[in-house]
Each structure stands twice: as C-alpha cells, then as structure tokens.
T-cell receptor, first 113, second 111 residues
Framework: KQEVTQIPAALSVPEGENLVLNCSFTDSAIYNLQWFRQDPGKGLTSLLLIQSSQREQTSGRLNASLDKSSGRSTLYIAASQPGDSATYLC????????????FGKGITLSVRP | NAGVTQTPKFRILKIGQSMTLQCTQDMNHNYMYWYRQDPGMGLKLIYYSVGAGITDKGEVPNGYNVSRSTTEDFPLRLELAAPSQTSVYFCASSYPKETQYFGPGTRLLVL
C-alpha cells in the first residue's frame, strides 16, 4: 500500500529565505506526483505536477523535483514571502489506480515578516 | 467557468440524520472524487467515479453512498450520520492522469 510522508509537520522561516519542503513515498510505481497548496478554510490549489518520466517542474519561484528510485520529491520555494504561508500537500498517483491520489498529511509553512 | 462548486458550505447534523452533499463541475471532466479531511491529516478518498454511471469505493467508504447520473454532478449521500463523520469534505474532478481540481469544501459537524 502506498504511503506518503511529509516531515516536518510545521515550519517557520523568516521572509526572504529559500526553503525546501520534503515528501517521501513508499511505492515507486507512480504515474505522477502533485504538489498542492491549501490556505486555511479553503480547498486545494494545484501548484505543480511532475510526470514519472520527468525530473523537475518549475513555476515562478517554485521548483519541484522527483527522484522515483529513492521515493522522494522536494518543493523548493525561492525568496519566501508572507503570502506563501499555507499548508503544502504532496500527493502521488499510483500506476493503474484510476487516477486516485494518495496524500501526505501536509507541511504547514509560516513565513515571518 | 466556475470550476468545481460544492453546497452547502457548512452544515450541522444531529446523530442519525441524513443529508446529501452536492458537487458540480463545468470542465467536462470524466473523473470525479470525494475526499474527507480530518484535522492534522491528509485527505482520504471516500468514493470516486470514472464517468457517468460508474462509481467505485475509495479508502473510507463506510457510511456513505454516491451516484453519478451526469458528467457534471457527483452527489455524496450520508445516511444515519455519526459523530465520526464530522469532517471537511472536498469534491474534485480531473481528466484521467491529469491535475485534480478541488472545490471549496463542505464543513460538516455531527452532534
């Protein structure tokens, strides 16, 4: 059974810092990996999707990498801002699973002004 | 283009009552999903559908039912509500193997 782990559960950094959020998964037979952002009391917003054949994806100040063989992904946020404060969830889509996602519990990020 | 919409936003139920959570998407996605999110936890899949007339159980289906009569709508039915069903419920939709788009959620409290 696929398990997705995100550690630590919470992170606090000063504004302007570059930071890395980690995600690990147990089954490397994945179709893709997705990073989502969730603001308090809101739904999830997709940030980046990395196909299993890709190594990384970039969008603005965000860069996500994927290492299938080691079961790891990282989300890099450059020059963090207070507006980046949110919970970041990682989810994997297992091959042959009808596009179902398995989620980690998320990392709650706080960026201090 | 409204994306994925959910109603109601918030509801309080008494133990044993029933209700239907509504979900509609206007992106013509084949796939739709229902998740629940408990505090400090990730999302758990309740039910999903790969097209009109086709539904299947996810990880935590007990106490819930779904139907999919149209591409756009995927209602979630709670029968005999229990305190363990207190949660935030999210509906999502996607094309196969593509990004999932989420609704704003329904917060349910069972007392």
């Amino acid at each position: 059974k696929q398990e997705v782990t995100q550690i630590p559960a919470a992170l606090s950094v000063p504004e302007g810092e570059n930071l890395v959020l980690n995600c690990s998964f147990t089954d490397s037979a994945i179709y893709n990996l997705q990073w989502f952002r969730q603001d308090p009391g809101k739904g999830l917003t997709s940030l980046l999707l990395i196909q299993s054949s890709q190594r990384e994806q970039t969008s603005g100040r965000l860069n996500a990498s994927l290492d299938k063989s080691s079961g790891r992904s990282t989300l890099y946020i450059a020059a963090s801002q207070p507006g980046d404060s949110a919970t970041y969830l990682c989810a994997v889509q297992v091959t042959g699973a009808n596009s179902k996602l398995t989620f980690g519990k998320g990392i709650t990020l706080s960026v201090r002004p | 283009n409204a994306g994925v919409t959910q109603t109601p936003k918030f509801r309080i139920l008494k133990i044993g009552q029933s209700m239907t959570l509504q979900c509609t998407q206007d992106m013509n996605h084949n796939y739709m999903y229902w998740y629940r999110q408990d505090p400090g936890m990730g999302l758990k899949l309740i039910y999903y559908s790969v097209g009109a007339g086709i539904t299947d159980k996810g990880e935590v289906p007990n106490g819930y039912n779904v139907s999919r009569s149209t591409t756009e709508d995927f209602p979630l039915r709670l029968e005999l509500a229990a305190p363990s069903q207190t949660s935030v419920y999210f509906c999502a939709s996607s094309y196969p193997k593509e990004t999932q788009y989420f609704g704003p959620g329904t917060r349910l409290l069972v007392l």
